[in-house]
């Protein structure tokens, strides 16, 4: 068996809860991350052996037999470098789809993020989109925090603003972001809602809370996230300035159309 800590996968999940601990996105035990893995990555690096079975609060009967690196519950990602066996755990979802087989890792007898019902109904609903999509990522990024307490939470009028304050934010996210009202958080209600707005973007913004977002691997999705949180910071840097320039909807169509990209449709005029 090769040594757990030295497999590529849980290096880039070190290296990524790092820079985000980095980026001030997830202070105390804020954001959690989940990555499904093929059984092919993981088979080489663990006994096969279920460690302890810990229920889910919902059926996952979609992903049984899947594998999941998840960050823990109350864990801080400021500590997932010094000791990931503590901070994350590697599952399986169980042959009955309503428990998660660990196979390794919260060492201390601790569990998976409370936010588990919002990642895994959240991979359900990519994959149908994406078979490829591995990641779902939530952190609490400032700015764009920020910006749910002074802007409308309008989905369209929200990624416009988005896209406007940087050029390139059309073409990191043509499918904008979606926007979810003040909910309470760790519940199914949540994750439900969550999971039904991934079907039409790859971020969806928790107002007064902080954002999922969805990709390929750890980088296009902490990416996402760093792409949309810049272009919040610029608006937030601008918005209570007498703004006289912006990015015209004749030059998204440029961006468009020189990118190979076409913005969420009718968000542009
Ligand atoms: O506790 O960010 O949303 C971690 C969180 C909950
Ligand atoms: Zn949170």
New binding site residues.
């Given amino acids: 068996m090769k040594d757990i800590l030295t497999a590529p996968w849980m290096i880039e999940m070190i290296h990524t809860a790092t820079n985000m601990y980095d980026q001030g996105w997830d202070e105390r035990?804020?954001?959690?991350i989940s990555v499904l893995l093929p059984e092919e990555d993981v088979k080489d690096y663990i006994s096969g052996e279920v460690i302890r079975t810990i229920p889910l609060k919902f059926d996952a009967k979609e992903i049984i037999g899947k594998y999941f690196l998840v960050t823990g519950t109350g864990k801080y990602f400021k500590n997932v470098q010094y000791d990931p066996a503590r901070n994350l755990g590697l599952i399986r979802i169980a042959p009955n789809g309503t428990d998660a087989e660990l196979m390794w890792g919260y060492s201390d007898g601790g569990r998976f993020?409370?936010?588990l019902p919002a990642h895994l109904m959240s991979h359900i609903a990519r994959l149908q989109i994406d078979p490829d999509n591995r990641v779902v990522m939530?952190c609490?990024p400032t700015n764009i925090l920020a910006m749910t307490y002074v802007h409308t939470l309008d989905e369209r009028k929200f990624t416009r603003t988005l896209w406007q304050m940087c050029t390139e934010c059309i073409v990191v996210f043509p499918d904008g972001v979606n926007v979810l009202p003040w909910m309470l958080?760790?519940t199914n209600e949540i994750g439900e809602a969550t999971a039904e707005k991934m079907k039409t973007a790859r971020m969806v913004v928790w107002a007064q809370h902080?954002i999922y977002g969805a990709g390929r691997d750890l980088d296009e999705t902490f990416g996402l996230i760093e792409t949309a949180e810049k272009a919040a910071e610029i608006f937030m840097l601008t918005a209570h300035l007498p703004i006289i320039n912006t990015i015209s909807d004749a030059q998204m169509h440029k961006l468009e159309e020189h990118f190979g990209v076409k913005g969420r449709e009718g968000y542009l005029d």
């Fill in positions: 035990n804020g954001g959690n993020t409370s936010e939530h609490h958080c760790g902080g």
